[in-house]
């Protein structure tokens, strides 16, 4: 792969989204959905299933509006970890530690960083999850075995972040989620083969393993 810029690879598979807060379609204010009876009883279910995770590893598959492809492997230690390993040729690796997201280049050995409370999956960090309570429920569609619900929240400085999640509908599941940055660029992730309760090494999530934070002690020796 040739040398380009970190900021061309990260345009280039779509990940502004994942680093930055986003604006949802409806960007100049969110309409909330009145919900039916039936409505609810399904919210309740995804919540119950979201914060019944505890650990998911799974293939992931992403494309984005602009063309681009990737795939590799995703782990999740709810409530606040997960891992994006791309297969290569792509260099990037996306870690959530529990507090910071940062987007790593291998090749280049460079790392952007935001908190996670300003990405778009902020909400699946929270302790417990209350689509109808802390969320704005935008859209919702269900039937042929599927769940699709849109979700926007406030964030810093009156950002609104908009995510639209599929779920297998019996069992409830999540399948794949869809962020439109504010360029207008769509990113889709789906999730193959999602294993649950899989035991998770900690050094998955350790930012201080990657190369940019490796630094010599007084001795000269690494640390």
């Keep these: 792969m040739q040398r380009r810029s970190f900021l061309q690879s990260v345009t280039a598979f779509g990940l502004f989204g994942l680093l930055a807060p986003v604006l949802g379609r409806a960007a100049l204010g ?47 230690e709810r409530p606040s970890r997960m891992r994006f390993e791309y297969d290569p040729p792509v260099p990037l690796l996306i870690i959530a530690d529990g ?9 280049l050995k460079q790392v952007t960083q935001v908190p996670i409370w300003e990405t778009p999956l902020w909400f ?28 926007q929240e406030e964030q810093a400085e009156g950002n609104l972040s908009s995510v639209t999640l599929t779920f297998s509908e019996a069992p409830v599941e ?30 998955l999530f350790d930012l201080k393993l990657l190369d940019v934070y490796k630094f010599e002690d007084r001795t000269g020796g690494n640390r």
């Design 30 to 76: 969110a309409t909330e959905l009145k919900l039916t009876a039936k409505d609810k009883a399904l919210i309740e279910k995804v919540e119950a299933y979201l914060n019944s995770l505890t650990t998911l590893k799974a293939r992931f598959l992403q494309s984005s509006s602009n063309g681009s492809y990737a795939e590799g492997d995703i782990y999740v």
């Design 99 to 107: 507090y910071t997201l940062a987007l790593y280049d291998k090749e």
């Design 124 to 151: 699946l960090f929270k302790d417990t999850i209350k689509i109808a309570d802390n969320l704005v429920l935008t859209a919702l569609s269900y039937g042929a075995g599927s769940v699709i619900m849109t979700i």
């Design 174 to 203: 999540l399948r794949k989620w869809e962020v439109v940055d504010s360029q207008g660029l769509i990113v889709q992730t789906g999730l193959l083969n999602p294993e649950y309760g899989v035991k998770m090494d900690p050094k």
